[in-house]
């Protein structure tokens, strides 16, 4: 890994930190609980969020109530969020690259929810995880194959 800042592609918007850096949290808590893929389909604002799930079946109430506590217990444990850069031949392992544009840079911005989570983003984010809040799922659907999961941060 490389300390020093390199030239990335620009980033689209700005996003709120605290939302952009639960999104990475809810993604693998979804990884671990379901064994799906990071969502492919998210729009995260200030106000509320959503991201969708490729599954083969809708979870149950139960499933998202846990789905729900699960993010909260992460964000308890007031984790680092930091950031490194690295050449894609020097990718840590388990770091999926298959949602990089095409026109992405040779140098990743590597980021790391503790050792909960990592994965090339170049979103804005919170140091900690003490400064997210209380994740709360305002509302869920399930539609051919796909969960949708609504979610807003409490202070």
Sequence with gaps: MTTETPILNAHN???AGDMHTVEHILNQTMIRMFGCERSRNAHIERKK???DYKLLTMPSEEQIAAIENEVNKVIEQNMPVTIEYCTRENVPAGVDLTKLPDDASDTLRIVRVG???TCACIG??????SEIGKFRIIS??????TLRLRFKLER
């Design 13 to 15: 918007k700005q996003e």
């Design 49 to 51: 969020s959503k991201c």
């Design 140 to 145: 869920h659907s399930y539609e051919n194959g």
């Design 115 to 117: 050792d909960y989570d």
């Design 124 to 129: 804005t984010h919170v140091e900690n995880t």
